[in-house]
C-alpha cells in the first residue's frame, strides 16, 4: 500500500518536472520565433496538463 | 557517385591543361598560388581536401537518404525496415542529431514515450544550430504532451 503510493507520488512528481521542462523548453523557442504555431498551440495544449 | 567520379576528373583534366598552358608560356606570372596556379604539392593538397570533402558530402547524403526512408517506414509501421534504415544511417555517423531526431519520432509514433523522451535528451545535448534546437525542443514538448494526452504513466 505505501509502495504504491510513493510511486505514485514519484511518477505525479516526474512528470511534472517533464511539464515544466516542455513549457520552459517551448518558452525558449517562443522567445527566438514569436510567430511559430507549433510551439504556442503546444504551449497551451501542455498548460491544460 | 558518377557525378562526383565526373567531377574529381574534370579538376584533374583542369589542372594538366593549365599546367601544359603554364609550361608554354612560362612568362605569364600569376599573382596568388591557387590550386590551378601554385605548386604540385600545393595542387595535390588542395585536390585531396576537395576528394575528401567529396566524400563526407556523399556521406552525408547517404544518411539522410536513409533517414528519409526510415520516416517512410517508421509511418507505415514497418519497424524491421526502419530499424535497419537507422542503422545504416547512424554507421555513416556523420548526422547523429539527424538519427536520435528521427528515433524519437519514430518512438513517440510507436507511443514509447519513456524511449522517445531519452533519445530527444540525447538530440538536446546533440543540437548545434539555433534550428536543430529549435526542432528538437518541439519534439520534445510534442512527446510530453502526448504521453499525458493518452494517460501514460511510467
Given at each position: 500500500?505505501?509502495?504504491?503510493?510513493i510511486?505514485?507520488?514519484?511518477n505525479?512528481?516526474?512528470?511534472?518536472?517533464?511539464?515544466?521542462?516542455?513549457?520552459?523548453?517551448?518558452?525558449?523557442?517562443?522567445?527566438?520565433?514569436?510567430?511559430?504555431?507549433?510551439?504556442?498551440?503546444?504551449?497551451?495544449?501542455?498548460?491544460?496538463? | 557517385?558518377?557525378?562526383?567520379?565526373?567531377?574529381?576528373?574534370?579538376?584533374?583534366?583542369?589542372w594538366?591543361?593549365?599546367?601544359?598552358f603554364?609550361?608554354s608560356n612560362?612568362?605569364?606570372?600569376?599573382?596568388?598560388?591557387?590550386?590551378?596556379?601554385?605548386?604540385?604539392?600545393?595542387?595535390?593538397?588542395?585536390m585531396?581536401?576537395?576528394?575528401?570533402?567529396i566524400?563526407?558530402?556523399?556521406?552525408?547524403?547517404?544518411s539522410?537518404a536513409?533517414?528519409?526512408?526510415a520516416?517512410?517506414?517508421?509511418?507505415?509501421?514497418?519497424?524491421?525496415?526502419?530499424?535497419?534504415?537507422i542503422?545504416?544511417?547512424?554507421?555513416?555517423?556523420?548526422?547523429?542529431f539527424?538519427?536520435?531526431?528521427?528515433l524519437?519520432?519514430?518512438s513517440?509514433?510507436a507511443?514509447?514515450?519513456?524511449?522517445?523522451?531519452?533519445?530527444?535528451?540525447?538530440?538536446?545535448?546533440?543540437?548545434?544550430t539555433?534550428?536543430?534546437q529549435?526542432?528538437?525542443?518541439?519534439?520534445f514538448?510534442?512527446?510530453?504532451?502526448?504521453?499525458?494526452?493518452?494517460?501514460?504513466?511510467?
Amino acid at each position: 500500500m505505501i509502495k504504491t503510493l510513493i510511486t505514485w507520488f514519484i511518477n505525479i512528481a516526474v512528470n511534472h518536472s517533464n511539464l515544466v521542462k516542455a513549457g520552459y523548453l517551448l518558452s525558449q523557442v517562443l522567445e527566438k520565433q514569436p510567430g511559430n504555431s507549433d510551439a504556442s498551440e503546444l504551449l497551451i495544449g501542455i498548460g491544460r496538463f | 557517385m558518377h557525378s562526383h567520379l565526373l567531377r574529381i576528373c574534370l579538376l584533374l583534366r583542369d589542372w594538366q591543361l593549365l599546367c601544359r598552358f603554364k609550361a608554354s608560356n612560362p612568362n605569364i606570372r600569376f599573382k596568388q598560388p591557387t590550386f590551378y596556379t601554385g605548386s604540385i604539392n600545393s595542387a595535390i593538397v588542395i585536390m585531396l581536401i576537395r576528394i575528401s570533402l567529396i566524400i563526407l558530402r556523399m556521406a552525408c547524403r547517404k544518411s539522410k537518404a536513409y533517414l528519409q526512408i526510415a520516416d517512410h517506414n517508421g509511418s507505415f509501421t514497418r519497424t524491421n525496415r526502419c530499424g535497419k534504415n537507422i542503422g545504416n544511417a547512424s554507421g555513416i555517423k556523420t548526422d547523429l542529431f539527424g538519427v536520435k531526431l528521427e528515433l524519437a519520432t519514430i518512438s513517440q509514433q510507436a507511443s514509447k514515450y519513456l524511449q522517445a523522451k531519452l533519445y530527444a535528451d540525447e538530440g538536446l545535448h546533440l543540437a548545434k544550430t539555433a534550428n536543430e534546437q529549435i526542432a528538437v525542443k518541439i519534439i520534445f514538448a510534442c512527446i510530453i504532451h502526448d504521453q499525458n494526452f493518452n494517460h501514460v504513466v511510467y
